[in-house]
């Protein structure tokens, strides 16, 4: 587990004052400190997008939608077309254009296209989110929108998708890419371990409060608990070198889900695995 700590703190290192906040806090009141962690945990971080995604925004067609689930206001992107109608869900602190190779492939052999940033993420408004609200998001998408024969998701997105089918959404493929968490209790405590804090403790507190929100517990959000249930057909696309997601959590889904493919790839880390060639066209190929 501890390469695992130092590869995530390697891309993931705070600034100091929050750190620091977060260090006051915990000698002043727990509940305080835990609060503002879940607040940290939740809010995700917009990046300055790249310009060779700029054609991605000036092909698609967008839309803002308030989404009932969430009561938040989603960038909605469609490039219509004739052929299997798919659907794009991104991982944490990323954004839809983040999949402008793969969509070009897809979009120009016929396949009709539809992405969306998640709440306070890319052109969403910004705003706070979670994982049980990104899996309601993909679910009222699919019933108001869809159906659709394929999901193609990268990171978090994978983790939320997999939730929206345990509750029973259906799609024909998911695609997989860089899928990002595998057990969840372990990712609360990584995120604590940032903060120099009690991990076991804060976990645990973390766990507590997301359960009184949510009437949920996290951990049955965690894919280790029901991937062996599902028979959709998968393919899993993970980089061999891959610091912010180990292969190890691809080799599981791999392992646990019968009807899966998996295709490992070198050299592409976490993110550039998107823009590959290669890749794109062993995600048509699949689909």
């Known amino acids: 587990m501890e390469p695992r700590k130092v590869s995530v703190a390697a891309h993931y290192k705070l600034p100091w004052f929050l750190t620091s906040f977060a260090r006051i806090l915990d000698y002043c009141s727990k509940d305080l400190a835990?609060?503002?962690?879940?607040?940290?945990?939740?809010?995700?971080?917009?990046?300055?997008?790249?310009?060779?995604?700029?054609?991605?925004?000036t092909k698609t067609e967008r839309e803002k939608i308030q989404a009932k689930s969430t009561s938040k206001e989603i960038m909605l992107y469609r490039l219509p077309n004739d052929g299997h109608k798919l659907l794009f869900v991104h991982g944490w602190n990323g954004r839809s254009s983040q999949f402008f190779r793969i969509i070009e492939l897809l979009?120009?052999?016929?396949?009709?296209?539809?992405?969306?940033?998640?709440?306070g993420h890319g052109r969403s408004?910004?705003?706070?989110?979670?994982?049980?609200?990104?899996?309601?998001?993909?679910?009222?998408?699919?019933?108001?929108?869809?159906?659709?024969?394929?999901?193609?998701?990268?990171?978090?997105?994978?983790?939320?998708?997999?939730?929206?089918?345990?509750l029973g959404d259906n799609f024909e493929?998911?695609?997989?890419?860089?899928?990002?968490?595998?057990?969840?209790?372990?990712?609360?405590?990584?995120?604590?371990g940032l903060f120099g804090l009690d991990e076991e403790y804060y976990a645990d507190r973390l766990f507590d409060l997301a359960e009184s929100l949510y009437g949920a517990s996290p951990g049955d959000f965690g894919l280790d608990r029901f991937?062996?249930?599902?028979?959709?057909?998968?393919?899993?696309?993970?980089?061999e070198d891959d610091k912010e997601a180990m292969k190890?959590?691809?080799?599981?889904?791999?392992?646990?889900?019968?009807?899966s493919t998996l295709h490992l790839t070198e050299g592409l880390g976490h993110r550039r695995i998107?823009?590959?060639?290669?890749?794109?066209?062993i995600v048509m190929n699949f689909l």
């Open 34 to 57: 835990t609060r503002f962690l879940w607040r940290i945990f939740c809010g995700p971080i917009k990046f300055k997008t790249p310009s060779r995604e700029a054609e991605f925004y």
């Open 107 to 119: 979009s120009d052999n016929g396949y009709d296209i539809t992405a969306f940033d998640l709440p």
């Open 125 to 166: 408004t910004r705003s706070t989110t979670n994982l049980p609200e990104i899996t309601d998001l993909i679910s009222e998408i699919t019933k108001s929108r869809g159906p659709y024969h394929g999901i193609v998701c990268h990171s978090f997105g994978g983790v939320a998708a997999l939730n929206a089918v345990r």
């Open 173 to 192: 493929k998911l695609v997989l890419i860089s899928p990002g968490v595998y057990e969840i209790k372990p990712m609360f405590k990584t995120f604590v």
């Open 227 to 239: 991937s062996e249930r599902i028979e959709t057909e998968t393919l899993i696309v993970h980089c």
């Open 248 to 259: 190890e959590i691809a080799l599981n889904l791999h392992s646990d889900m019968k009807n």
């Open 274 to 281: 998107l823009r590959d060639e290669k890749v794109a066209e």
